[in-house]
């Protein structure tokens, strides 16, 4: 069972910073992920489009330009960084899910991406494209067929994972709080991996790979990929 940093390594730095992926990176995550919200012709780092509560900023990041945003603090002097930063901070080191909370260009985020895995050398297939937004995910596989695509949910459907088989989704991402063993079962029928987001606990990491779920998102990988290695 894979373990990708949630918010980067967010438990013992702050979420969505340079600092949490580099802590990710160094505690070997097998992949990071963080969120990211398109401002004017770039792409920047956030969970919520409001400020308070990962800086010391108040209102919303559109009321700011980029110059302004990044002269906030969003935690142990850390700014906010731009989604290029990043991909270059993980360079070739693990696997990049790219969850897109606030992007309404599908088309622009593809350019932006691809050319910084061009320039620095990243390995394309690394990157994963998620989101709870399914429309703008069907639109990005059909500019880019060979994007990876993560589709969210944070329920269980009556048709279980049958919306991320549609979306042609490599993985399917599903919240810790309903995830069963016939979710799993049902995604893997469909030929989908299963990730499940935010498992932090042994009783729950236990619990989910005896199940044969492929991924957890985890706000402190090293103690999860620890308490994994220790699971007969
Ligand atoms: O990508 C999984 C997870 O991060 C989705 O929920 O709210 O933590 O972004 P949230
Ligand atoms: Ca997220």
Redesign the pocket.
């Known amino acids: 069972m894979l373990v990708f940093a ?1 918010r980067g390594a967010s438990a013992i730095a702050p979420e969505n910073t340079l600092l949490a992926i580099s802590a990710a990176v160094q505690h070997n995550a097998d992949g990071i ?1 963080f ?1 990211v919200y398109q401002h004017g012709n770039e792409f920047i780092l956030i ?1 919520d489009c409001w400020l308070h509560r990962t800086t010391d900023g108040r209102g919303n990041i559109y009321d700011f330009t980029l110059a302004e945003l990044q002269a906030f603090n969003a935690g142990q002097g850390e700014k906010i960084p731009t989604l290029a930063q990043v991909l270059t901070r993980i360079s070739g080191a693990c696997q990049i899910n790219i ?1 897109m909370k606030g992007v309404q260009d599908a088309q622009a985020i593809l350019s932006y991406v691809n050319q910084v895995v061009t320039e620095q050398h990243i390995p394309a297939n690394n990157i994963i494209y ?1 989101s709870f937004d399914h429309h703008l995910l069907k639109e990005i596989k059909s500019l880019q067929p060979d994007a990876r695509i993560g589709a ?1 949910t944070a329920n269980k459907p009556l048709t279980y994972a049958k919306f991320a088989e549609d979306l042609q989704a490599e993985y399917m ?1 599903a919240d810790v709080t309903f995830v069963d063993q016939a979710f799993v079962e049902d995604a893997h029928a469909r030929g989908l991996k299963i990730g499940v ?2 498992v932090d606990q042994a009783q729950d990491l236990a619990r989910l790979k005896s199940w044969g779920v492929d991924m957890v ?1 985890s706000n402190h990988p090293a103690n999860a990929k620890r308490i994994i290695k220790n699971l007969k």
């Open positions: 949630h992920e969120d969970h969850e998620s969210l991402n987001y935010t998102f």
